[in-house]
């Protein structure tokens, strides 16, 4: 059985290392209609590159347009349709019914993929937008696995596929159609402009009362009403399977090169050896996402509806085990040395690891520091400085470099 691990792709950069590190396929979006605008997201020309880097590792890119369209934005919509349609993406991700009449008019027959804005939560539906020519249903995230089971099971006399989340930031909302940045800041997460409103701190005041706030404080801070746990699913990845899906998906596109590379190989290991071998190591795949800055974690939907275990009402702090220190360039296999460009600063001394595709790492115990210019420094403070450290170990360019917290 075939089963697709699908990553974000915020830029061009995060799209190669999410390729380079174990994702079948990617998705992305250009400079509109994508839902996140503070993405860096692609130009036409990052677009034509990012494809043609997929294209050769024979893996696939999802186009994004899954806004939910005013009048105004229909006219752009077209010319933006236009001028991408020599791209050929392999699937189009969207929710409005509007956008899907309008790809299937400028680009023709095309694969199109149901967003999860579109909130899928029972068969018959999915059945509704596989008459209007969707591929893929990608299912609401407030469904059990029994419920995708039985969405996935009526409708396998069609030619419909099913995606689900699997792991990064959850919305309080049904499947991310949320109004509360809209009302409190004027930036519209449905038109991709989220301010993550839901996460912060809030007092409660009564109207007639100015200045007295009531006792519903978690901690001095305030309370953090509509505040998530990050979803990880890697101790369910077996029962996900059993449901049908053919598609898991990592949230994230506004993450690091760093989350995109880690969560991915970490996902990659566990699913290549659920399919090989029948099982995985949980606790070894949970360790190495746990490296990586996130909230609490919840399992979602997926076995319980959630209780406020799910919550985080006394922070909005991130959990960070590791930090990220560089990325490698290059390995001169003569002189033991190792390229890399400083990201986080690291000095001489410092226990370091390198890990890469394939689930690789190599430790290394920094006892010199060279300049470009091969000067020996103490020290790496300057971001993005190019430096060599000496490495008995080969490594390859887009290995990356972290150290324990």
């Not at 995230?141 to 959850?170: C, T, Y």
Request: negative net charge; aromatic residues 10%; hydrophobic residues 40%.
């Amino acid at each position: 059985m075939k089963i697709e691990l699908l990553a974000p792709a915020g830029d061009l950069e995060k799209l190669r290392y999410a390729l380079t590190y174990g994702a079948d396929a990617v998705y992305m979006a250009g400079e509109s209609f994508g839902l996140r605008v503070q993405s860096k997201n692609f130009s036409l020309d990052e677009m034509k590159q990012g494809l043609a880097f997929a294209k050769s590792l024979n893996k696939k890119v999802y186009l994004v347009l899954n806004i939910i369209p005013h009048n105004e934005d229909l006219d752009k919509l077209r010319e933006y349709l236009e001028s991408i349609r020599e791209l050929n993406f392999d699937a189009y991700i969207l929710s409005d019914p509007a956008i899907l009449l309008l790809v299937k008019e400028v680009l023709g027959d095309v694969e199109i993929h149901l967003s999860t804005q579109a909130n899928t939560t029972n068969a018959l539906s999915a059945r509704f937008w596989h008459a209007q020519g969707v591929k893929r249903v990608i299912l609401a995230r407030e469904l059990s696995l029994v419920e995708i089971k039985e969405i996935v099971d009526a409708n396998r006399d069609l030619d419909l596929e099913f995606e689900v989340f699997i792991h990064g930031a959850m919305c309080i909302s049904y499947s991310g159609r949320c109004l509360i940045s809209n009302y409190l800041t004027g930036r519209d997460a449905n038109q991709g402009d989220c301010a993550q409103s839901c996460r912060w701190s809030y007092h409660l005041m009564e109207e007639k009362r100015p200045g007295e706030y009531l006792p519903v404080v978690e901690d001095e801070r305030g309370t953090y009403l509509y505040n998530s746990k990050d979803l990880c699913a890697s101790d369910l990845l077996k029962e996900i399977l059993d449901t049908g899906v053919v598609s898991l998906k990592i949230e994230g596109r506004n993450k690091s090169i760093y989350y995109v590379a880690s969560i991915v190989r970490a996902y990659r290991k566990a699913i290549d050896d659920l399919l090989e071998k029948g099982t995985y190591d949980k606790e070894e795949i949970f360790s190495e996402i746990d490296k990586v800055s996130h909230r609490d974690f919840t399992q979602g939907f997926f076995l319980r509806k959630p209780t406020e275990e799910d919550q985080l009402y006394n922070a909005r702090e991130f959990t960070r085990k590791t930090d990220f220190l560089g990325v490698v360039l290059d390995y001169d296999p003569v002189k033991k040395l190792v390229k890399v460009q400083q990201r986080n600063k690291f000095v001489q001394g410092d226990q370091v690891q390198f890990i890469g595709p394939g689930f690789k790492e190599v430790d290394l115990l920094i006892d010199r520091i060279y300049t470009e210019e091969g000067e020996l420094v103490t020290e790496a403070p300057h971001p993005e400085q190019i430096l060599y450290l000496p490495c008995e170990e080969e490594l390859s360019p887009m290995d990356l470099m972290r150290k324990d917290r």
